[in-house]
């Protein structure tokens, strides 16, 4: 698997555009890494970028922009809403794919030296990456702040990890790590009391507020055995929180780190927010993301949200993305534009996509084309995903009925379940136009010398394989997916038994049209014991297909008889 790493570097810099835009021109200037994000904030005056790549290229970037940064930021000069220390504030790396949180610290710490020795700024390690004990926290180390360091760095607890022990009276001084996804966001206040504000961030924050005798402002502070003050713990894991007020939007915010999103999920966070604020007399209008996000945590949130009004989660992804963003009000300060701003969304490659993503016409005119593909393959898990899409339109409409509001979440499940089928049995549809291309493109490959040859044959036999056992999993998945329809065409709402029938029928046309592609690929293939065994296991899945069909069908007719 390939590795990949993202870095999202902080620089002390929203509001020049033009300085934004040249520490961005050094990142893209890598070839091997992708810009994904870029997040300039005027009241903060600090901009948040995301790009990604393997680690080598990442780190390239990451050193060209922190030395871009140090030559055109001036430290002091800058103002800001935000805690900062250095012209890139913070610069941590985070393991995407391929790659361990270890890894991932080592090059953090390959990245720190050679900003110090090179740049001779002080660099500080923290969270993963840290070599010494309590550095973990970004928020002690930065504690002072950029004004506070010139004193600071000269403590002997506090002597930087790589670079000189002096502050660099431009660039400041730097925190690199390695970490995990974190989210930075904030929550929208209808207040302009940053103190009110404070208050609703102790209340969630998981370091909560310390503990007071008597009055919870002005009473003494109390404290342990051992003479250190008493915390009241926050309601929220994994969260660090402070009240701000935004001088652009004129309100004042919760702004969070979450920095373990399966402990404390973003929407959690929201809901948890709301609450607190409102035992306060204050009312959530919305909120925010700085940077991005991953497209699991606005799946969850649609779902959650959902769930709260009863209704049906098996939705499509764009349907449970679009109730996130309202519900959050995600979409209040400004547009929230779902490619834009998940990371999924702005890896994925279009060409992977290509057919789904056309229009009905589109796709129907490329199929009558004189191309080759898509071909029957593409076509049959085309229709397999529009059988199980039926049958999830009878589990949603089933769970909305009058009447049946108790049986909601059953329908809901059932929705869900179709969902994933539909979801898989689309992707089938480039993957079987890829496998084609793939034998088209061995056969392509030079034939003249013995070597040749064999390289050629062996690719050949390779993209055969790939090509044969790609129809097969569209027959399995639509196979499979059948279980579904039958239940609706059971259970669901009687109004909708023939939209259940239409889809066992599209069920059991992607089984034979891609059982149809399975054996003309086979023909191809060298090894004989393989396409016995995977036409044997053919002929069962074709057999299954056929009962589950007719009794599906004499469902059907039976409900439709009692109508």
Same mark, same amino acid.
């Given at each position: 698997?390939?590795?990949?790493?993202?870095?999202?570097?902080?620089?002390?810099?929203?509001?020049?555009?033009?300085?934004?835009?040249?520490?961005?021109?050094?990142?893209?200037?890598?070839?091997?890494?992708?810009?994904?994000?870029?997040?300039?904030?005027?009241?903060?005056?600090?901009?948040?970028?995301?790009?990604?790549?393997?680690?080598?290229?990442?780190?390239?970037?990451?050193?060209?922009?922190?030395?871009?940064?140090?030559?055109?930021?001036?430290?002091?000069?800058?103002?800001?809403?935000?805690?900062?220390?250095?012209?890139?504030?913070?610069?941590?790396?985070?393991?995407?794919?391929?790659?361990?949180?270890?890894?991932?610290?080592?090059?953090? !710490?390959?990245?720190?030296?050679?900003?110090?020795?090179?740049?001779?700024?002080?660099?500080?390690?923290?969270?993963?990456?840290?070599?010494?004990?309590?550095?973990?926290?970004?928020?002690?180390? !930065?504690?002072?702040?950029?004004?506070?360091?010139?004193? @600071?760095?000269?403590?002997?607890?506090?002597?930087?990890?790589?670079?000189?022990?002096?502050?660099?009276?431009?660039?400041?001084?730097?925190?690199?790590?390695? !970490?995990?996804?974190?989210?930075?966001?904030?929550?929208?206040?209808?207040?302009?009391?940053?103190?009110?504000?404070?208050?609703?961030?102790?209340?969630?924050?998981?370091?909560?507020?310390?503990?007071?005798?008597?009055?919870?402002?002005?009473?003494?502070?109390?404290?342990?055995?051992?003479?250190?003050?008493?915390?009241?713990?926050?309601?929220?894991?994994?969260? @660090?929180?402070?009240?701000?007020?935004?001088?652009?939007?004129?309100?004042?915010?919760?702004?969070?780190?979450?920095?373990?999103?399966?402990?404390?999920?973003?929407?959690?966070?929201?809901?948890?927010?709301?609450?607190?604020?409102?035992?306060?007399?204050?009312?959530?209008?919305?909120?925010?993301?700085?940077?991005?996000?991953?497209?699991?945590?606005?799946?969850?949130?649609?779902?959650?949200?959902?769930?709260?009004?009863?209704?049906?989660?098996?939705?499509?992804?764009?349907?449970?993305?679009?109730?996130?963003?309202?519900?959050?009000?995600?979409?209040? *300060?400004?547009?929230?534009?779902?490619?834009?701003?998940?990371?999924?969304?702005?890896?994925?490659?279009?060409?992977?996509?290509?057919?789904?993503?056309?229009?009905?016409?589109?796709?129907?005119?490329?199929?009558?084309?004189?191309?080759?593909?898509?071909?029957?393959?593409?076509?049959?898990?085309?229709?397999?995903?529009?059988?199980?899409?039926?049958?999830?339109?009878?589990?949603?409409?089933?769970?909305?009925?009058?009447?049946?509001?108790?049986?909601?979440?059953?329908?809901?499940?059932?929705?869900?379940?179709?969902?994933?089928?539909?979801?898989?049995?689309?992707?089938?549809?480039?993957?079987?136009?890829?496998?084609?291309?793939?034998?088209?493109?061995?056969?392509?490959?030079?034939?003249?010398?013995?070597?040749?040859?064999?390289?050629?044959?062996?690719?050949?036999?390779?993209?055969?394989?790939?090509?044969?056992?790609?129809?097969?999993?569209?027959?399995?998945?639509?196979?499979?997916?059948?279980?579904?329809?039958?239940?609706?065409?059971?259970?669901?709402?009687?109004?909708?038994?023939?939209?259940?029938?239409?889809?066992? *029928?599209?069920?059991?046309?992607?089984?034979?049209?891609?059982?149809?592609?399975?054996?003309?690929?086979?023909?191809?293939?060298?090894?004989?014991?393989?396409?016995?065994?995977?036409?044997?296991?053919?002929?069962?899945?074709?057999?299954?297909?056929?009962?589950?069909?007719?009794?599906?069908?004499?469902?059907?007719?039976?409900?439709?008889?009692?109508?």
């Amino acid at each position: 698997m390939q590795q990949l790493i993202e870095c999202v570097p902080n620089f002390s810099e929203g509001v020049n555009l033009n300085i934004i835009k040249q520490i961005t021109d050094e990142i893209e200037s890598v070839e091997g890494v992708r810009l994904l994000n870029v997040d300039p904030g005027k009241a903060t005056n600090r901009t948040v970028v995301t790009f990604v790549g393997e680690p080598g290229p990442v780190i390239d970037a990451a050193f060209l922009a922190i030395k871009k940064a140090s030559e055109i930021i001036d430290m002091s000069k800058h103002k800001g809403e935000h805690p900062r220390m250095g012209a890139t504030d913070v610069c941590p790396l985070i393991p995407v794919a391929g790659i361990s949180m270890e890894e991932t610290a080592e090059y953090a !710490r390959k990245l720190a030296k050679r900003v110090g020795d090179s740049l001779s700024i002080p660099v500080y390690l923290y969270e993963a990456a840290a070599i010494i004990e309590g550095r973990n926290n970004l928020s002690e180390i !930065r504690a002072g702040e950029y004004e506070g360091f010139f004193k @600071k760095i000269h403590l002997p607890e506090w002597r930087p990890d790589f670079g000189p022990s002096e502050m660099h009276v431009k660039a400041g001084a730097t925190v690199i790590g390695a !970490r995990d996804f974190l989210i930075a966001y904030n929550v929208n206040l209808n207040t302009t009391s940053v103190r009110r504000a404070n208050s609703i961030a102790f209340d969630v924050r998981e370091r909560g507020r310390v503990l007071r005798d008597g009055d919870p402002v002005t009473g003494k502070i109390v404290k342990d055995a051992e003479g250190n003050p008493v915390n009241i713990p926050g309601t929220l894991k994994a969260v @660090k929180a402070i009240g701000w007020f935004i001088e652009e939007y004129g309100v004042a915010q919760i702004s969070m780190n979450l920095t373990n999103i399966r402990a404390t999920p973003v929407h959690v966070a929201f809901d948890e927010v709301c609450k607190k604020a409102d035992a306060r007399g204050i009312r959530v209008t919305g909120s925010e993301l700085v940077g991005l996000i991953p497209l699991q945590c606005m799946l969850d949130a649609g779902k959650y949200f959902l769930e709260k009004q009863h209704r049906s989660t098996g939705v499509s992804e764009k349907e449970l993305i679009k109730i996130a963003v309202k519900s959050m009000g995600l979409d209040e *300060l400004g547009p929230f534009e779902p490619e834009n701003r998940i990371i999924e969304y702005l890896l994925q490659d279009a060409a992977s996509e290509k057919l789904v993503s056309m229009s009905l016409k589109a796709f129907v005119e490329e199929t009558a084309s004189e191309s080759p593909a898509p071909g029957g393959g593409s076509i049959a898990a085309y229709v397999g995903s529009l059988g199980i899409a039926l049958a999830g339109m009878v589990a949603n409409l089933s769970s909305h009925k009058r009447g049946w509001d108790s049986r909601w979440k059953e329908f809901s499940d059932v929705a869900e379940n179709a969902a994933k089928f539909q979801k898989e049995l689309l992707k089938m549809v480039d993957e079987d136009t890829r496998a084609f291309n793939k034998i088209m493109d061995a056969f392509g490959l030079a034939n003249s010398s013995p070597e040749e040859k064999l390289i050629r044959k062996s690719a050949i036999q390779a993209a055969t394989l790939h090509a044969i056992e790609t129809p097969f999993r569209v027959m399995q998945l639509a196979f499979d997916s059948m279980d579904v329809i039958c239940e609706m065409a059971l259970k669901g709402n009687p109004n909708s038994v023939s939209d259940a029938g239409v889809g066992a *029928l599209c069920a059991r046309t992607a089984v034979m049209g891609a059982w149809l592609n399975v054996k003309i690929n086979c023909a191809g293939y060298d090894d004989k014991v393989y396409v016995e065994r995977i036409l044997r296991a053919c002929d069962e899945l074709v057999e299954k297909t056929n009962q589950k069909e007719s009794e599906v069908l004499a469902i059907v007719h039976q409900v439709i008889a009692k109508a």
